[in-house]
């Protein structure tokens, strides 16, 4: 991600993490609340974050944004793909080639609300994440936190 493409992923996540909050109740903290969507904006100046776009055929179909600590144990804060191109393995394909640029890493971690369960679905299942505990068990808006242990 750069000041060229910027606006562009900003408006992509924005859409995607959108569409995914019709996946929550209506208890949920959000109540589809625009404004308690992530934001991405000032991450081009956080100089502890890496933010990245994916492109298939020239066209950006994704990004990320990702934490990389000098002990290895990263942080995947963002993962969100163009909504227009749910369920073509776009986003485990991004993950594969995230696990491939950072080799050195010894454990990944991320998060995402129980209800969301296509995103349960694709850490656990397709990524190979464990639930490692919840945060915020009984607030109103807690939080999976998953954790892959990478094999050298």
Sequence with gaps: MNPSNFD??????????AASMDDLPDKFGANHNPEDLP?????????????LVFYQDETMVGGAVLTINDDNNNILSLLFVDS??????????AWLEIENRY?????????TPPDLMRNVY??????????????GPKSDDPMFVFQKVMRK
């Design 84 to 93: 227009n191109c749910l369920d073509r393995g776009i986003g485990y394909r």
């Design 8 to 17: 562009e992923a900003k408006k992509m996540m924005e859409k995607s993490f």
């Design 122 to 135: 694709f850490y656990v299942n397709k990524c190979g994440f464990q639930i490692i505990r919840v945060d």
């Design 39 to 51: 934001s991405i904006d000032g991450i081009l100046e956080k100089t502890e974050d890496t933010p």
């Design 103 to 111: 080799p050195q890493t010894k454990t990944w971690t991320t998060f």
